[in-house]
């Protein structure tokens, strides 16, 4: 009997997916101590936005919040989403700095990292795997999905030999748009259980278009030791398939699956009740974005486009836009439309179309990604394009991004205290996020003694006084 | 390459499982228009509440809706639900009122009949068949399908070599509470496709425990010719996998699907659109109901359960009565919890915890059916707890339940007439449905003088001001 191992998400990209990252702390602390007996083989607590949105919004210290869920989570695993080079930022930061966020990470309770880029230019994650597994933690190596020409079985067999030579633990699959069909997830996974018969093979698949639950059930078949799910209240649109439903169908399948039922349906409907509480970010609608599948854009940079053409007047070229997103991404060899790629391709699409001649107008980060400076485009970029964009600058695809970065913690360290920072924690959260930082530090000093309010006290007061007001 | 033919149910089930039934014929011919020419095997598009929410709340006539339909869809055959002998009713009509209802209904534009019975009881959906098969129709001869003991893969091909050898052309499964899993949809349809290899298969499943996508691909996989589908905007929750997901899903696989991209993209914004409007009905969560994995209990009647409680200040009697809902099915034979069966379930396992004795309070409707009056249950009943309902009555299982009921319509004719009725149609609405019938001809006189306004007016008026300043 086959087991199949469950990692909960729905503490980062269920929360993430649905809520926008906005629910605070002391609203999960309960609920973890019910996942944590769950019986998962680890629990996604910490990375993307978490962050970012933990500083600037909740004004709460995510380091303090991830050593609170290590104490409280005393039978299972926590794990983290890194995006290799760029951590948790939107940027490469230099090897001492993502040396020292590993460390902290791990000292502060992450005992498993699952570590992704963009572009699955495995030099982007070589040094934070090797830092997580010198220091005795479980390494995630992650493939990118995404589909194109370049992006062929072969493709991924080919980065994950590269994954595997650096050492990871386990090969992980990471759908974030939601593209990945049954058909490919299958023949994805046998074609890696195939290669890497010692390697556990994970999927991580996104519910966006409706393919999630199926591309798990066939990737299984296909030999897939491990998948995501959240729990029912958090399932769905643009989050993950709901665990409830996938261990049952497992199950009857004849899989070995390890939870316990009782507490899995008590937190279930804790996490409905959190998500009632946060109704204010919980936007989408309830049915899935099917036009994802005929051009892989996200709902979400379709939205985008909508208003900034609106502003210019611009209404009826938002077929023109989606059209040049598709030659801009082909144009630029192809990169998944994810942070920070779809922001590049997104705005150079809207330029060209702007301007009325493709290229004419091109942005610093459009410069940057041809230069190489966010690694290898997937497939080549045309001659004629390098030279029309960067002039007589040669692009530098063979230097690894990183290399080309001085360190930066020794630097910054004292501009980091001076700021507020009080500890090597604080002083990486300036780092990653310097005005953030700073104010959340200046924040915290008044807020200790007296002088500044908790962070969107009305607000939520008034969401739990309606709470308590509606109907049940 | 095997051909997959899709039914497009957005019309009826997809409306009915998402907004009540709720939307007017009027809102629906655009739509329809474009349906008809998107390649689909037939669009179901009548029966089930249809009927009922026309007369009773839209005043609109169900069978000029149909003969509206008709006219606008030149290409595509429309299909209707029918519950057999009780037709689009609630009890059993004799066999003269089913055969002019089925002829009418092929008269008006209904062509394929999908015939069911929720106790399997195929004696109760024999005449319905024969008159269909004799006009011409085509049927889809249902198993309705439920878990328990008896409802094993043997049990359906019993029924279904009933349901054949009377005559029916296509073998449909039918899933109406989300409960066919992937693993049981591919051993079911895999018997039947081995056990009937001239008949295809149709596979209706409904999403509301998030199993349905997958139970349609494992049941393809087996075998399955036809499966039902909605758009994208009117899927999930407890309605449907989106026709846009699974027709790339089985094309990737190799599948034919004939319909076409572009006018399905357009019909699927169109109910988007519709959905809106009619957003007053919209109220589900989300998320699926992955609670009736466990307990097989429907969501519904849970709701009910928790207001019914509530008036008796009964709150804390709900587990109680879920688990008494379970055992009164199990007494009763284990039929499936529709309509209906979970009302006549729902009510004495009510009552015999609000009486603290079991079976102390007997509805009548619990009596009718120990009698037989509804079919054969699907197990035996035990002799003790038909002796303790009947007393010294038999129970008549060996009957026809229809064979009890004399002749209707020519009874009820004059009556009908008195009433309101023009037509041999009105007659039916009148025969299904008396004081419904008769309230809608009375508002039908005076809406023609001038003398009543159209339904809903000021409610549709004020859902369209808010539509029209709602930010987009
Ligand atoms: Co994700
Ligand atoms: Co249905």
Known sequence: ????????????????????????GEDLYEVLEVL???????????????????????????????RKFKDIAKNTKLEMLLRGQNLVGYRHYPDDVVEAFVKKAYDNGIEVFRIFDALNDTRNMRKAIEVAKKIGATVKGVLSYT?????????????????VDMGIDIISIKDQAGLLSPKVAYELVKALKEEFPSYPVHLHTQTTADLAEMAQLKGIEAGADMIDTVFYSLSG??????GETMIYVLREFGYKVSVDENLYKKA??????????YKKYDVLPPYPDVGVLKHQIPGGMITNFISQLKEQGME???????????????????????????????????????????????????RDYVKGLYGRPPAPIKEELIKKILGNEEPVY??????????????????????GARSEEDVLSYVLFPLVAKEFFEWRDKFEKGQAPPPYTEDIMQEEEERHKAPV
């Open 398 to 419: 063979h230097i690894r991004p990183a290399d080309l970065l001085e360190p930066e913690l020794e630097k910054v360290r004292q501009e980091a205290i001076q700021a």
């Open 36 to 66: 944590d007996r769950c019986g998962f083989w680890s629990l996604e607590v910490w990375g993307g936005a978490t962050f970012d949105v933990c500083l600037r919004y909740l004004k709460e210290d995510p380091w303090e919040r991830l």
């Open 147 to 163: 589909i194109s020409p370049v992006h062929t079985v072969e493709y991924y067999l080919k980065v994950a030999r590269e994954l």
């Open 316 to 366: 009826d070229k938002l077929e023109e836009v989606m059209q040049e997103v598709i030659r801009v991404r082909e144009d630029l060899g192809y990169p998944p439309l994810v942070t920070p790629t779809s922001q590049i391709v997104g705005s150079q699409a809207f330029l060209n179309v702007l301007h009325g001649e493709r290229y004419k107008v091109v942005t610093k980060e459009t």
């Open 237 to 242: 649109q643009t989050s993950h398939p709901p």
């Open 268 to 277: 279930g409907d804790m996490f409905r009740e959190i998500r009632k509480k």
């Open 1 to 24: 009997m086959r087991e199949i191992f469950i990692t909960d998400v729905s503490l980062r990209d269920g929360i993430q997916s649905l809520l926008a990252t906005r629910v605070r």
